[in-house]
C-alpha cells in the first residue's frame, strides 16, 4: 500500500523543497507539473506549475515517457531515471530524478513525487541558464521495488 498524498507535507522538509517536484497524472497526455522547486525553476529558466510536462519531451518518445510515468502508479514501484536536459540556450543538463507513487486522497489522479538533482559532468562549467527548457531525453531508466513489484515497462 501507498502513502497517503495527504501525509506527505513538502513544507516539513525544507532541504528537498528547492529540488522537489510533483506531478499529477491527468492522462496518457497530460503530466501536470503540480509543485515545482525553486532549484528546479531556475534550472528551467520558468515556473513551470500547472504546464504540461509532455511539451518538453522529445515528440517521438512522448507516449513512452507518458508511459514510464504510468508505469510507477500502474505497478506500485519506484523509478531513477537519468535525463538530459537540452535548453533553448544550447546547455546540456544530465539529471538523476527519483520518482515516488503516492495515493491521491486529494483527487481522483494518480500522483507522483519527484526528487531531482543535477549531476555535474567533470570539465563542465556550472552556470545558471537564463533560457527555458527545450527537450528532454533519457539516458538510463531503472525500477526500484517498493514492496509491489517491478514495473515490466521498457522503452
Known amino acids: ?13 525544507p532541504r528537498l523543497l528547492p529540488t522537489l ?3 499529477e497524472l491527468v492522462s496518457r497526455d497530460y503530466i501536470k507539473f503540480r509543485l515545482i522547486g525553486t532549484a528546479i525553476r ?12 509532455l511539451d518538453f519531451v522529445d515528440p517521438a518518445r512522448r507516449e513512452k515517457s507518458a508511459g514510464s510515468f504510468w508505469a510507477v502508479v500502474e505497478q506500485p514501484c519506484a523509478m531513477r531515471v537519468i535525463s538530459n536536459h537540452a ?23 494518480p500522483v507522483v513525487l519527484c526528487q531531482t538533482n543535477e ?6 562549467e556550472e552556470f545558471h541558464d537564463p533560457d527555458g527548457l527545450k527537450l528532454v531525453t533519457v539516458s538510463n531508466r531503472e525500477f526500484i521495488d517498493i ?3 517491478l514495473s515490466s515497462f521498457r522503452d
Open 147 to 149: 514492496g509491489a513489484g
Open 87 to 109: 535548453m533553448t540556450s544550447g546547455r546540456h543538463m544530465f539529471l538523476e530524478v527519483l520518482m515516488v507513487p503516492v495515493e491521491n486522497d486529494r483527487g481522483e489522479n
Open 1 to 13: 500500500m501507498l502513502p497517503l498524498r495527504s501525509s506527505f507535507l513538502p513544507e516539513k522538509v
Open 42 to 53: 531556475e534550472r528551467m529558466g520558468a515556473d513551470m506549475t500547472g504546464k504540461n510536462y
Open 119 to 124: 549531476i555535474n559532468k567533470p570539465g563542465k
Open 21 to 23: 517536484s510533483i506531478y
